[in-house]
């Protein structure tokens, strides 16, 4: 039976910040970055001072006219004020639509064109660049700069010193966040999320931090339009952790941030944690300090999880690897230590939540479901979304009362755990699982940092390879390496930044795969 109670009350994103500063404000926040909306405030702040830039643009935002239940679509360059913007238009009740900063022009007008005329806060750099030849003005009630001004545009700026007002807080039912989906097969979904579905989402992220016993530094690298930035933020701020937020993945600057910073808990998306790898020879030692490692997107490669544990100089450091969806939140998990993690089933993402989370394996066939026969992965929690929005009977397609179908095909192993195979999308004629295939390669080529597995134009599975320093690959180690995969068509080599990626860093397959086929057809 489903049985899970949903969460009594809400969690009001906008009083996150104002509430922990009331038990402590003064836990420090260090930033890699400047602030756009807040270019004098610096890289050290107290959460006490979050709190007020909080408020402060709350105000700014309700002297521009949003009221309550407004909806407010934010879509500038990367960075924590997005964050802090997000926070304020959620403390007046209003419901902010995070439209990530990679998402191109074209699809950020048809998500416009999809809400209610909503306020867009975006940059000059927008406006000037991918936005410059959409209607925003017939899209939005209003265009607000988030620094800067610009003629039609009302400038957040000029609206310092504004009335302060209280928190607003909505029914728990109702809209309170929409993010959208990776896009990884198309035009992304906007999902609504209201306060009761946050706070079912926000109690599984505060069981994993019940664990740590001692206070760490936390270092945080995600996306600033992911639903999971706003839990995380709700879950550490209350604790008096430590924070340190980065904008920059760039190796050596990460390096050079956690020298510094020592953080003992570390959360970033899996493909980050894959560039990160040559940190562990980092003279710098950036890693020695950290005790946890987490990761709650997708699976995370094992030789990446076995790397990183070895560089920790903790005793017995630990790795969380949670999958979840963007619909649902946190769905199944498992930890790995140094003892386990090279010996590790990348295709194994762990078991359901008790109490939490449940799943079940779905046939497609009408046949049992088994690791030959792998069905449908169908999940049933309590953070589940609203809706899609303006995509209603979109969303009840891959609804079954209570159940939710993400698309993703595995099975269950014998000791229950969910192993996941593929997204359905992604699945390839005669090949049982690419991601076990990306899996068994990466193991064996230390020089590989980064192996995607697509369709050809002719559905034959086509390797792209990214090695260390774009270094040309070895034609003989990867013959060798490939030797129980005959079907494999030769490996295309890349750069890393040429792959396409989503506001998480996955690696957009479709995408991937059009641009070979493209790049294909002109050499034929």
Known sequence: MLSFPASKQGLYLGAVAENAAAKHGSTPLTLDHDLDILPDAGRELTVSELARHVEDFGSRLWAAGVRTG????????????????????????????????????????????RLDRPYLITDEAKLDGSLADEPLTELSSAIMLASGSRDGAVSLAELAGSPRRRPIYPHPDEPALMTHTSGTTGLPKLVVHSARTLRGRFRPQRRLMSLIRKRETVAVHVSYVHSRMYLAMAVLLPRAMPLVIMNDGEPDKVAELFARTRPGFLETHPNSFMEWEPLVEDPRRPLANVKYFSTTFDAIHPGTMDRLLQASQRRMPFFFQIYGQSECG?????????????????????????????????????????????????????????????????????????????????????????????REVDQIPNVHSTLAVEDAVLSRLAEVTELVLVAGPNQEPLPVVCTRQDLPLDPDRWQLA?????QLAPPIQMSLSELPRTATMKVQRSELARQLHARLRQNA
């Open 482 to 486: 490939v030797a129980d995969f005959p």
């Open 330 to 422: 946190p769905l199944v998990g498992r930890g790995y230590t140094r003892r386990n993690a090279h010996k590790a089933n990348g295709r194994c993402l762990g078991y359901a939540m008790p109490g939490i989370s449940k799943f079940r394996i779905v046939s497609r066939d009408g046949k049992p479901p088994s690791k030959e026969n792998p069905g449908y992965v169908e999940v049933f929690t309590v953070g589940r979304a609203v809706t899609y929005y303006g995509e209603q009977e979109r969303f009840d397609r891959q609804t079954d009362g209570r159940w939710w179908r993400g698309m993703d095909v595995g099975y269950r192993g014998r000791l229950g755990c969910l192993h996941l195979l593929d």
């Open 70 to 113: 407004d909806q407010v679509a934010i879509h500038k360059a990367s960075n924590f004020d997005i964050y802090i913007l997000a926070s304020a238009v959620a403390r007046l009740g209003a419901v902010p639509v995070m439209l990530s900063p990679a998402l191109d022009g074209d699809s950020v007008a048809a998500l416009l064109g």
